[in-house]
């Protein structure tokens, strides 16, 4: 069935580090594939997603690639601020619905000053 | 981008009683909302696809009769964990899609329930 592993936290950084998150997936068929975020006490937003193989990704500063022959889309940041700690989720579609979402466990993120 | 709204954010109640969650889309109409739980350090699993004005839809290994879902109103759907026992305890989140964005879906800030 489809799954998604990511790394596991959490993860701590100073400012201006360079992050790197990797999510692997397994998947029948090809997937879309979404990287979410979760700032405290929020719910979860769209990061950013990749529709089709080599497609890249990008908001704020974060890029990921869709990479088929390594089923990746490992999250990547140049310079970290304290205002990214947050809990980063990897996800895909499922069964063809943008909506209906396999989820990574989720990697916590701490960013100091 | 549009406001799904979960209440409350956290509950803690007493082994047998039932707990009702919330989910509202507050500035879109959403005929479909999905509802979610994640266990500590797990990943988050899709529980049922909740539909307006129909039965909802269950994953394989929800209790239907356990986790009780209405959706009856195109801006709210309903979760109610009937009998919570310690093992319920949880954090549930839903989302619901925008007809008017059509590749998103959108979450709620979730609800840590606590059964004790």
């Known amino acids: 069935g489809n799954s998604v592993t990511q790394m596991e936290g959490p993860v701590t950084l100073s400012e201006e580090a360079f992050l790197t998150i990797n999510c692997t997936y397994t998947a029948t068929g090809y997937p879309s594939l979404f990287w979410y975020v979760q700032y405290p006490g929020e719910g979860l937003q769209l990061l950013l997603k990749?529709?089709?193989?080599?497609d890249k990704g990008s908001n704020k500063g974060f890029e990921a690639t869709y990479r088929k022959e390594t089923t990746s889309f490992h999250l990547e940041k140049g310079s970290v601020q304290v205002s990214d700690s947050a809990v980063y989720f990897c996800?895909?579609?499922?069964?063809?619905?943008?909506?209906?979402?396999?989820f990574g466990k989720g990697t916590l993120l701490t960013v100091n000053p | 981008g549009a406001v799904v709204s979960q209440h409350p954010s956290w509950v803690i109640c007493k082994s047998g009683t039932s707990v009702k969650i919330e989910c509202r889309s507050l500035?879109?109409?959403?005929?479909?909302m999905f509802w979610y739980r994640q266990f500590p350090k797990q990943s988050l699993m899709l529980m049922a696809t909740?539909?307006?004005?129909?039965?909802?839809?269950?994953e394989q290994g929800v209790e239907k009769d356990k986790f009780l879902i209405n959706h009856a109103s195109l801006t709210l759907s309903t979760l109610t964990v009937t009998s919570a026992h310690p093992e319920d305890s949880s954090f549930y989140i839903c989302s619901a899609r925008d007809p008017g964005t059509a590749k998103e879906a959108f979450f709620g800030q979730g609800t840590r329930l606590t059964v004790v």
């Open positions: 996800a895909q579609n499922s069964g063809g619905s943008n909506y209906k979402l396999t």
């Open positions: 990749a529709t089709k193989a080599d």
């Open positions: 500035d879109f109409q959403a005929t479909t």
């Open positions: 909740s539909n307006e004005g129909s039965k909802a839809t269950y």
